[in-house]
T-cell receptor
Framework: EDKVVQSPLSLVVHEGDTVTLNCSYE??????LLWYKQEKKAPTFLFML??SGIEKKSGRLSSILDKKELFSILNITATQTGDSAVYLC?????????????WGAGTKLIIKP | NAGVMQNPRHLVRRRGQEARLRCSPM?????VYWYRQLPEEGLKFMVY????????ESGMPKERFSAEFPKEGPSILRIQQVVRGDSAAYFC????????????FGPGTRLTVT
């Protein structure tokens, strides 16, 4: 059964700390891995990763994919209270030509001032 | 406890036809959210429903789109007279309460308009 597992489920740190969020997956037909930040309504797209070892960066956020070990990490440096959110990881894994996006449960990140 | 179910997983419609997408929330969840994802873009909120009520439809196009969540049965997202620009993945999420964080997403329906 295809699955995506995120860890930790929740994390509380202080402003300025660096955090690393993990996403591991087991899927039959991997196409891409996506990271989202969810604060209110719709999750906000952060990164799409398809190739191993290539770091994607956006400001203080960065992410990398390891297709051999089947995981991805999302790093946030110099955290700010505005980074508090649930971070979702999803894997695109088509099955029998059907579209399928498998979601992790999310990591709830709380940044304390 | 089964997760959020969506069907069909892939739907092909010709321009001008109607598309009906179904979402069965997790057991015990009475809040449903619909999102649309265009290629290379993030999820875009469309509508939030509770049983028999539309709570927030601020993200729904004013014409051709409608959603319902009846007392019995799944939530339905209906698109009338589909156009090519409607081609996208449509995701449904459910939650047990109004808290926005605790949403569980379904696997999505890919709508292709030919």
């Amino acid at each position: 059964e295809d699955k995506v597992v995120q860890s930790p489920l929740s994390l509380v740190v202080h402003e300025g700390d660096t955090v690393t969020l993990n996403c591991s997956y087991e899927v039959t037909n991997f196409r891409s891995l996506l990271w989202y930040k969810q604060e209110k309504k719709a999750p906000t797209f952060l990164f799409m990763l398809t190739s191993s070892g290539i770091e994607k960066k956006s400001g203080r956020l960065s992410s990398i994919l390891d297709k051999k070990e089947l995981f991805s990490i999302l790093n946030i440096t110099a955290t700010q209270t505005g980074d508090s959110a649930v971070y979702l990881c999803a894997v695109e894994a088509p099955m029998d030509s059907n579209y399928q996006l498998i979601w992790g449960a999310g990591t709830k990140l709380i940044i304390k001032p | 406890n089964a997760g959020v179910m969506q069907n069909p997983r892939h739907l092909v419609r010709r321009r001008g036809q109607e598309a009906r997408l179904r979402c069965s929330p997790m057991k015990g969840h009475s809040h449903v959210y619909w999102y649309r994802q265009l290629p290379e873009e993030g999820l875009k909120f469309m509508v939030y429903l509770q049983k028999e009520n539309i709570i927030d439809e601020s993200g729904m196009p004013k014409e051709r789109f409608s959603a319902e969540f009846p007392k019995e049965g799944p939530s339905i997202l209906r698109i009338q007279q589909v156009v090519r620009g409607d081609s996208a993945a449509y995701f449904c999420a459910s939650s047990p309460s109004r808290m926005g964080y605790e949403q569980y997403f379904g696997p999505g329906t890919r709508l292709t308009v030919t």
